[in-house]
């Protein structure tokens, strides 16, 4: 059975174009490579309601949840109280973030810096391997919600740090190269399409190229029904077949 997750990238910079999106781009691939099925990324607001309600909901409906951004020492970091706010609990200071900010910025820290200590009641630390990241700045994760910083290159060091825990069977793949467009071949392949429904298979037109005009991707954690959707295609469309990637052994 897949293991599911979903994204909310939080923060008004990003829907105002201030800023691109790298975290989500980054976490797709990410996921994928472990063997997580993405189902759904969302791009919300600084707003602690729509926090609130987009994050129970991706928690309800998926094994993991993602967030990125809001969680820093301003007013505009929403993200822990927004989460709170949508599980009906409170905001404490956790004793051991606080114990790491007071060690690391000494004497001379600013008091805005304990918002960063700040999680939901009841959250839990992940801390990443001895010398990574996260062994000193462990996630904050709350029930099967990751909270993670909206600064891409700590994003990514910081998912990194704690990936293996989310690795699941990887889908293997392949692709194949077609040199018709969609609609000569349609019918062949939801014939295949329909024979293998454990295997996930993706048409796409490509306008840019010359040697084919479709390319379809198949994906499955079956090997076996990836391998015979593949040949059922190979056959059915042998006559504009130009090239097959097949899985690595």
């Not at 707003?47 to 309800?60: L, P, Y």
């Not at 007071?102 to 992940?126: H, K």
Request: hydrophobic share 45%.
């Amino acid at each position: 059975m897949d293991r599911t997750a979903g994204i909310v990238i939080i923060g008004d910079e990003i829907l105002s174009g201030k800023f691109a999106d790298e975290n989500a781009q980054f976490l797709i691939g990410a996921l994928a490579g472990l063997g997580v099925a993405l189902r759904r990324v969302s791009i919300i607001p600084d707003d602690i309601e729509d926090i609130a309600g987009t994050v129970r909901r991706f928690s309800e409906r998926f094994d993991w949840v993602f967030t990125s951004g809001g969680v820093g020492p301003t007013h505009d970091d929403m993200t822990i109280p927004g989460i709170a706010h949508g599980f009906g609990t409170r905001v404490v200071l956790h004793p051991a973030l606080e114990k790491v900010l007071r060690e690391y910025w000494g004497p001379t820290m600013p008091e805005a810096n304990l918002r960063l200590a700040e999680v939901p009641e009841g959250a839990e630390l992940v801390p990443g391997p001895h010398g990574t990241t996260t062994a000193r700045w462990p996630v904050v994760c709350y029930r099967n919600v990751y909270i993670l910083p909206g600064v891409p290159v700590l994003f990514r060091q910081k998912f990194l740090d704690i990936q293996e825990r989310f690795r699941s069977t990887p889908m293997a793949s392949a692709r194949l190269y077609v040199n018709a467009d969609e609609g000569v071949f349609a019918d062949q392949l939801t014939a295949v399409a329909l024979a293998h429904p454990t295997v996930k298979i993706g048409s796409y037109p490509r306008f840019a190229e010359t040697a084919f005009r479709v390319l379809l991707t198949l994906e499955s954690r079956d090997d076996g029904q990836l391998a015979a959707a593949v040949a059922g295609l190979e056959q059915a469309l042998a006559a504009w077949l130009v090239r097959v990637d097949k899985p690595a052994p």
